[in-house]
């Protein structure tokens, strides 16, 4: 019988990806054949041997997520330990956290790729519907904490330049919700990849206020001093602020999910490791840059204490001219857009996986209409509440990243349990070495946490 | 972990649906764990006590925590009165 000359079926799909295949007629979604043409690019660049593109195809979820991580609040307060300490203790001790946060998101790219699940996903099948919606809401509501923080810096930002509150906003708003229109992983990741670089513009910012030599840098990193001040209730602070700007709950969730919808398997858990480490060192160093660029105001005994957002670029003007101040500020807004991107996905992810719909920037809008809408909905209800007249942002904004370190510690321990699950890990769950870097990490949380605890319990205990 | 596509596995149903050349290309690139519509659910994993506490304890800790950081930030407004 000869066929029809509309049955796509029986298009040579060997050699040449189909110009349209209907997704009802073939049995598999839409969301399968996006994510088999991007699957089909990485395994004819393996075969071929060409390592270089077959990085470039790989990379994205542990690049967004450490460069996400770097967002409003955090390049805030890595601009507050500048200006309060300048260069010295806190540099060795933020390369310190980084690392503190491959070790934890390295774990994430393994669970995903071995199980082809999200993280809450993961928690809801394997530990039950209360610990999976657990997590969900303890994400969704830090989050949204998190997301205020976010269009905080958008505003502050772009209201270095002028722009209005309402329009830096609404613009914000406008690009979050083209990119995730695209309805494709690969565009929205390679979209906010090109946005996240822009998170080492804190480099020349860095180099135009040039406030200590490059001897004087490397010797904080061996020294891991001076600490001018010593231990205060204000260094324990900043401890705690500069973890909480490294190691957060929606990062453990945002990656494990990417890694699921960009359909990295466990033939790929090599390149994730490298896209995470990549990752790390890129925020590692634009987190060390932004604290030698505001260090002249610490040189100079600037109050930095009061400063927000755009003030910290207004102050650097006299040591980094406008140039740098200019720069400060469009890195300001950059943080804020690309963790806006980042921190609503995760948010919906969670909520897919758990409500077991849709959760895949590949799946149509029509299809996975909840999915969009909690994405959206994310974002837009952070940036009401940021437009909202005397809303409290400065509390929340001192909150927020504080709250993350001490939410971590629950998020590890399902994270530990999970990727030592031989069950649904196999060969790839945690080795000896992996476990005690993991718990290691876990453990000297819930340290920080009590330390500053005790410190603010008795405030009296230390100098402040 | 099962990485055979599902166009060679037995199904439940009496007669299984032949793959089409192009369902099979999807599926030459995708895992079955990868397609949206047919991953096996893992089944639950009992938490021992051990770790329920453990999880109950770093709960408590959380809401504890959160109070100390309402006071931290009460103490640093009023300081700066």
């Known amino acids: ?464 | 972990m099962n990485t055979k596509s599902p166009c060679a596995m037995e199904t439940e149903t009496p007669m299984p649906r032949p793959c089409s050349p192009a369902q099979s290309w999807v599926h030459e690139f995708l895992e079955p764990d990868q397609l949206s519509a047919s991953k096996m659910r893992y089944g639950r994993r009992p938490l021992r006590r051990g770790t329920l506490i453990l999880l109950w304890m770093l709960r408590v800790y959380v809401v504890l925590m959160v109070f100390i950081v309402a006071l931290a930030i009460r103490n640093a407004f009023l300081g700066g009165n």
């Not at chain 1, 998101?105 to 919606?133: C, D, N, P, S």
């Not at chain 1, 590692?284 to 400063?307: C, D, G, K, Q, R």
């Open chain 1, 1 to 464: 019988m000869k066929p029809p000359s509309h049955d796509l079926a029986f298009l040579p799909v060997r050699n040449e990806v189909p110009i349209q295949l209907d997704a009802a007629e073939l049995g598999v979604s839409v969301e399968d054949i996006k994510r088999a043409r991007d699957r089909r690019h990485v395994h004819r660049n393996r075969a071929a041997r060409r390592r270089g593109t077959l990085l470039w195809l790989l990379i994205g979820p542990g690049i967004l997520v450490m460069l996400g991580e770097n967002d409003g609040p955090s390049m805030i307060s890595y601009a507050t330990t500048g200006a309060a300490y300048g260069v010295g203790f806190f540099l060795p001790f933020i390369l310190l956290t980084f690392a503190m946060a491959y070790v934890v998101q390295e774990m994430t790219v393994r669970l995903g790729a071995a199980t082809k699940r999200g993280h809450a996903e993961l928690i809801y099948e394997r530990f039950g519907r209360f610990w999976g919606f657990f997590s969900m809401a303890d994400l969704v509501i830090g989050n949204l904490l998190t997301l205020v923080t976010e269009f905080i810096a958008i505003r502050a930002g772009l209201g270095f330049f002028g722009v209005p509150p309402v329009a830096a906003v609404l613009g914000a708003l406008v690009v979050n919700v083209g990119v995730v229109l695209t309805q494709r992983y690969w565009t929205w990741e390679r979209v906010v990849l090109g946005f996240a670089v822009f998170n080492l513009i804190f480099v020349p910012v860095a180099i135009l206020a040039h406030p200590v030599s490059t001897a004087q840098v490397l010797h904080s990193f061996l020294a891991w001093g001076p600490l001018p001040g010593g231990f205060t209730n204000g260094f324990i602070l900043v401890v705690m602020a500069d973890i909480g700007a490294t190691v957060t709950p929606w990062m453990l969730f945002f990656q494990q999910s990417a890694v699921v919808d960009k359909g990295l398997t466990t033939a790929d858990i090599r390149h994730g490791r490298i896209d995470t480490a990549l990752g790390a060192a890129a925020a590692a160093v634009a987190a060390i840059a932004t604290v030698i660029a505001t260090t002249p105001l610490f040189l100079h005994h600037v109050a930095a204490s009061n400063l927000a957002g755009a003030d910290f670029a207004r102050a650097l003007v006299p040591y980094a001219g406008n140039i740098g101040a200019t720069l400060f500020a469009l890195g300001l807004f950059e943080a804020g857009l690309v963790a806006s991107l980042t921190i609503s996905l995760s948010s919906a992810y969670a909520f897919g996986e758990v409500t077991e719909s849709a959760r895949s920037l590949n799946r149509p809008l029509r299809d996975g209409w909840p999915f969009y809408t909690v994405l959206m909905a994310a974002a837009a209800i952070a940036a009401i509440l940021v437009l909202i007249p005397n809303a409290p942002l400065v509390f929340i904004t001192l909150i927020v990243n504080v709250i993350a370190v001490l939410a971590m510690p629950p998020a590890i321990v399902f994270l530990l349990l999970l990727v030592n699950d031989r069950e649904i890990m196999g060969g790839f769950a945690n080795s000896r070495l992996s476990n005690f870097f993991g718990i290691s990490v876990t453990v000297l949380l819930v340290l920080a946490g009590i330390l500053f605890g005790i410190t603010t319990v008795f405030p009296k205990l230390l100098p402040t």
